[in-house]
């Protein structure tokens, strides 16, 4: 997605990009950034909370507008909970990431890729 | 608590650690760039209140009303209506830290309804008619040369003059 939004910048079109993966978006580099820290799957605000989603959101487009620099991240003002466990166990032998079924299509994916670009369709 | 609690979470060094444990050897390499580009607002040559927006998503949404189709293997741009009721759709996408959070609130990732309101407030102008949906690919040539050119073509063709994107 960070990628995606260079491409858009680099051709005209400001943007910004709202997510959770702080190190990752900011290693890549995009121009204007909302991070919110969050479990991976929220960007734009907890679920059902309309009030902090809409919140997220005004801070994106107040970004767009008043960034005068690329590389500017904004940190939503937001605590995902009280009790911050669930950073120590994302990508934990005891929480593998992926259930069976999803790793086993993930698998299957790279090995459709590696063939249709072995083929030349992508 | 440790260190890690008091600040955010380091994927790039968690995924490392945690897919070499699994077996799969060479460690993926991030995307890294030391430039970047940048288009200032002013550009754009219009208010906020006048501008179309377009948005993007990697949430892999689908309709609730649409048959269920196999996946398309070569994981290609789609696109949807943004005028869709966000009850009307749903996250195909298996990746998220589904122990804390869940898929279930479309605006949790996917603010068409937040946008509809600020339109109607006329905080922005409009948004695009329809929004992209781009997939995580482990592949940063396709995404450079397939996925991010197609999205731009579609933002032009939709007259899109900014763009919000959020990340699963």
Request: contains cysteine.
């Amino acid at each position: 997605m960070s990628l995606a939004a260079r491409h858009l910048e680099a051709n005209g079109i400001p943007t910004v990009l709202f997510g959770c993966a702080r190190d990752i978006v900011e290693h890549c580099a995009v121009p204007r950034f909302v991070f919110s820290d969050f479990p991976l799957g929220n960007p734009t605000g907890k679920p059902y909370d309309l009030d902090m989603q809409r919140a997220v959101l005004s801070l994106g487009l107040d970004l767009l507008v008043s960034a005068s620099a690329p590389g500017t991240t904004v940190v939503t003002p937001y605590e995902w909970s009280a009790d911050h466990s669930w950073k120590d166990k994302v990508f934990s032998k005891a929480q593998p990431f992926l259930d069976p079924e999803a790793t086993k299509t993930w698998l299957e994916r790279k090995e459709t890729y590696r063939a249709l670009k072995g083929t030349g369709t992508l | 608590m440790s260190e890690e609690t008091v600040s955010h979470v380091r994927y790039i060094d968690k995924t490392r650690a945690y897919y070499q444990a699994e077996g799969y050897g060479k460690s993926y390499e991030w995307a890294h760039f030391e430039d970047i580009p940048f288009t200032p607002f002013a550009s754009v040559g219009r208010a906020l209140s006048q501008c179309r927006v377009g948005v993007v998503t990697t949430s892999e949404i689908a309709r609730r009303d649409a048959e269920a189709g196999s996946d398309d293997p070569r994981r290609l741009v789609y696109s949807l209506p943004t005028d869709l009721p966000v009850d009307q759709l749903y996250s195909k996408k298996a990746s998220y830290d589904r122990y804390a959070t869940s898929l279930d609130d479309v605006d949790s990732y996917l603010p068409l309804t937040h946008l509809h309101s600020f339109i109607a407030e006329g905080r922005i102008g409009a948004v695009a008619p329809r929004f992209q949906v781009i997939y995580s690919e482990y592949s940063q040539r396709k995404t450079l040369t397939v996925d991010a050119p197609e999205i731009l073509k579609q933002m032009r063709e939709d007259r899109v003059d900014v763009a919000v994107l959020a990340a699963v």
